[in-house]
């Protein structure tokens, strides 16, 4: 109900509870209280309360404004939180915010003041069917209003795990474009993943060491195998000379005659070394090891030069990708805010815990007025509300009922008036009609009238009087005297 200026008198239904009579003429004079003007009244005015009735009842007035002062409270407590999610959303708090800010609070504070208006009467089950669906309204805009309180109350975790995201985020790029183009210099002492498809991460290179690198991969199997060759043709033909030397001296150990001099064992290892010697020839494949070492150095120079030029276009090319992902990442929004809450609440059991404490906490808040207004219980203003509006109620069906039988009468003279309106027409025309046929009748007479008094003239007249020149005669004068002689009959009938 909305509250009465205090210029106004009190209604009809305030005067009938002023002056209740008990058995006998006797009156009892209840008195009301005088107008609050204090700052008490502005608040009791967010509560929808009728401060004419309240005077009844003024110790009534403190319960009330301090319901006013909740209503009040979760009004502020909605725009600081529109104020954070705001600027959640556009990255820092901008002046201008503050016009929706205004809106979001005032409609909240008009939507509180709407939820315990409507909640006024004693009789508890008309209370309690008004309370589920209010309640309802109360926790969804509970909900809302929580949200981003939870977001800024652990805004510095919630920062930090998103700026790890994005550094892992850039990290994984980087790794994916030096897995996707890898070069002979780089370091495999960690492991690179590499991506299932790597088109987006290639990068496009003139001068790739890719060829010259297998070449020079290949070049140095074949200069280690060579050398590795060349050592041991070298060691047994060492060996070998060193065999044939000691026999040929004389030397004693196994294998050894024991001899001095050229003897046929000695001649035979001889012969052994150089058989070994030629199959083998160390030096050409020392000439060829030269070679390979001459086609390495080149290859290396080749390698080393592609490589430098690869490498600077694939730091090039990840400086330009994470650079570009860093401009799409931007600054830290709402619904990041929301998933990295999530992502932490996850790994934190105790962090999921105080995180819903803290949104039923302010849920409840958000719900103290309509809670507030109905573990009051049935007060004395609500006792007199519903007294005004059972009066109210009555009062209106006597209206209505009097309205009803206003029209009810109206209709029926309309009804009364239509048939005789309607009476009267038929009647002026039946007269009508009346009318024109008397006069028809009448220019009838007239003429049969004027036509005898012509053929009596005719008869009267002398023979042959009537005929002049200027008359025509009739064809037929058999006819004409019939016709005379019947019209001389009908006359004399009339």
Known sequence: MNSRSPQEGPSPEAAAVQEPTTGSDAAVHVEKAPTDRGPGRYLRVLTGVDEDMLAWVPTERARYTALGGVVLGTAVLAGFSMWNALGAVFGRNYWWLALPVLAWTLFVLNLDRWLVATSTGSQWRRRASVLVPRLVVAVFLGVVVAEPLVLKIFHTAVEEHIQDGRKQELDDLRGSIVACNPLPTDSRERTITTPSDCRPFVVASGASPTGAASQLSAARKDASALRKQ?????????????????????????????????????????????????????GADNERLVALQRTISELESQVRAGTETAEQQRAAEIDRQVAELASHQGAIGFLERLEALGDLTEDVPSLLAATWLIRIFFILIDCLPVLVKFMTGATAYDRLVDQRIASTERLHEKATRSAESTVAEDLDVQRHRARADGDMRRQRIDFEVRRHTAQIEAEGSSAVQELARRLRRSAASPPGASEDASTPRPRNARVNGARASSRTSAEGDI
């Open 230 to 282: 060349i050592d041991e043709d070298t060691a047994e033909l060492r060996r070998l000379r060193d065999l044939t030397r000691r026999e040929c001296a004389g030397a004693s150990g196994s294998g050894l005659s024991g001899e001095v001099g050229e003897g046929p064992r000695c001649r035979r290892l001889e012969r052994q070394a150089q058989s070994f010697e030629a199959e083998h020839p160390i």
